[in-house]
């Protein structure tokens, strides 16, 4: 088989799936319908785990876990879009990792509404400006972020999903070759962050190194200077249609942050790996015992609290504190469900949602 008859039978492979997603959104169209008579929900995040699951177990060649979510992720955000065009906010600039982490979940299709930052992004979903938003939640070396935390206290949204990102950074660039870059542009975090690959490349070179505001500014100087480089996102790059000539030049690969998908009111089915985040407002934090009671009713149901903070209350004279916590297993199952019961009135439940590993 030579050339022209491999892209002859790729071509005709590439035929059979337009044919199968046509008739996929054909059926989508169909439980579109079905949806908005019952008035339920259109994001499953459940569904579509239980779907890549599936695929992977039955995938018998070269396409891996990885490989197929990229895949169907985009026909998943397709299929929302024919049901109903899907608006998501994301913590801005573009072209910021929190901007990747959005399209990674919502596809290249849907509508995306960059804002100034997290308190913008809750304000649009609260008040319905926006079905959806993304914001971060924590960095496994920086640590949590109090912001999404006390915003998610004070403010009437739902957790959708989470999803982790690697934080990998590129070098990007419109000239030929690295003897010919003077400057490189990115943020001061992005430059410490790579400082090893840096001393390396670029030992031999008297670079100059311009901090910006963000790595998104950094792609978009670069691209039009001929003699410069940033050091940013890979969907940075691609915005601004700079050809990246490193990839993953980070010193650290195990850098990711977390993100939550907000909505106003969200409640998704049971997937058999579900995480539940709550806020408990309990009364006098000062008194011995009570959050020792409080987690002792976790423990005695056997469930397992992977995460707690605590924050103060704002405006309070004396040092009280809430509690963040993300717990194992989903709202509805007996053992939560009980604990969930029995301190009602100073529990806030944001939402359960499928474990993202």
């Not at 950094?218 to 940033?230: G, I, L, N, R, V």
Request: net charge negative; charged share 25%.
């Amino acid at each position: 088989m030579n050339l022209d008859d491999i892209r002859s039978k790729i071509d005709q492979i590439d035929s059979q799936l337009l044919l199968l997603l046509n008739e996929r959104m054909d059926l989508v169209k169909k439980v579109g319908e079905l949806k908005r008579q019952t008035k339920t929900v259109i994001y499953r995040p459940e569904r579509e785990k239980q779907i890549i699951t599936r695929l992977t177990a039955e995938s018998a060649g070269l396409l891996d876990e990885k490989s197929i979510e990229a895949i169907f992720l985009e026909i998943f955000a397709t299929a929302r879009n024919l049901e109903l065009p899907e608006k998501v906010a994301y913590m801005g600039p573009e072209g910021s990792f929190t901007h990747q982490a959005a399209e990674s979940r919502f596809g290249a299709i849907s509508e995306y509404i960059m804002l100034p930052n997290i308190k913008a992004v809750f304000e649009a979903v609260d008040t319905e400006r926006t079905r959806f938003g993304v914001i971060p939640i924590e960095n496994n070396q920086a640590g949590i972020v109090y912001e999404t935390v006390d915003l998610l206290n004070e403010m009437d949204v739902s957790i959708v999903a989470e999803l982790k990102l690697p934080i990998h950074f590129a070098m990007a660039s419109v000239a030929d070759k690295t003897a010919d870059i003077k400057r490189i542009y990115s943020k001061d975090i992005a430059f410490r962050q790579c400082r090893g690959f840096l001393n390396k490349y670029f030992e031999q070179q008297d670079i100059e190194e311009i901090q910006v505001e963000s790595t998104s500014k950094a792609a978009k100087m670069a691209a039009s200077d001929p003699e410069s480089a940033a050091i940013c996102s890979e969907i940075a790059a691609k915005l601004f249609g700079l050809p990246m000539m490193y990839q993953n030049i980070e010193d650290n690969s195990n850098n990711r942050t977390r993100f939550y998908i907000l909505a106003k009111k969200f409640e998704n089915q049971p997937s058999g790996n579900d995480k539940t985040t709550i806020i408990a407002r309990l009364s006098n934090t000062d008194s011995p015992g009570v959050l020792a009671d409080f987690l002792n009713d976790f423990k005695s149901n056997g469930i397992n609290i992977t995460k707690i903070e605590s924050r103060p209350y704002k405006g309070s004279e004396e040092f009280n504190f809430w509690f963040f916590l993300e717990l194992m297993g989903y709202f509805k199952d007996p053992g939560i469900s009980a604990v969930l019961e029995k301190h009602k009135s100073v529990i806030k439940v944001l939402g359960s949602y499928v474990k993202n590993v």
